[in-house]
Every structure is written in C-alpha cells, then in structure tokens.
Nanobody, 127 residues
C-alpha cells in the first residue's frame, strides 16, 4: 500500500500563489499515476491535475485550472507538487493527493482509479 502525505496548504488572497507537495512512500517499484483532487463540503471530489508517471510524465488538467496550475515531479524524492497561481475564491477546497501503481483505465479524474489517498490539506482563497 502506497503511503501518501500532502503538505503546503494555507490561506491566500485572490491572485496569490501556493505550492502543495505530495510525498509517496512504502512501495517497491514504480508508481503509474499521481494526481491532485479537491473537494468542498456537499460536493463530489473532483480531479484537478494528474501526472502519468508511467507514461513519461504526461500531465493532465481540469479545464478550470489550465494555465494557472502546474503539476510537477521530483522523481528522486518520490514527490509531486502542485503549483497554484492566480488563485480564485472558487479554488477554495480541501486538496487531496492520490497515487496508484496501476495504469487502470486512464481516467485520471475518476477517484475510483486511485487506491492510495492522503489526508488532505486545506486551501482557502479570500477575495
């Protein structure tokens, strides 16, 4: 079972930036996917960004964050980052990191594709 830990959340004003980190451990071999999801109370968890590590680092983004968020990897540290720029109040949510060792169906924004989840880190953007 892959162990995933997020860090880096906090409060920021609209237009500001934050960087989230996600460290994966407790596994042998390689991961296929790492991704970021977010959730607000009363709504379903939604995919924000993902990296297909097994596919050479191909990245995917939700339309709502394209051009503002960047997912990147530090392979030597088994860590992925989510650089969030030009933050908006609607980006306020609990952000979760997810990882999986299998390719699955390739539906990166489907929570069912991921077996390992972190506890989440809160991001609050004020107007």
């Amino acid at each position: 079972q892959v162990h995933v830990v997020e860090s880096g959340g906090g409060s920021v004003q609209a237009g500001g930036s934050l960087r989230l980190s996600c460290a994966a451990s407790g596994y042998a071999g390689n991961l296929n996917w790492m991704a970021w999801f977010r959730q607000v109370p009363g709504k379903e968890r939604e995919g924000v960004a993902a990296m297909w590590i097994g596919g050479g680092g191909t990245t995917y983004y939700a339309d709502s964050v394209k051009g503002r968020f960047i997912i990147s990897e530090d392979n030597g540290k088994n860590t992925v980052y989510l650089q969030m720029n030009s933050l908006k109040p609607e980006d306020t949510a609990m952000y979760y990191c997810a990882a999986d060792r299998n390719y699955g169906s390739g539906r990166w924004s489907d929570t069912a594709e991921f077996n390992s989840w972190g506890q989440g880190t809160q991001v609050t953007v004020s107007s």
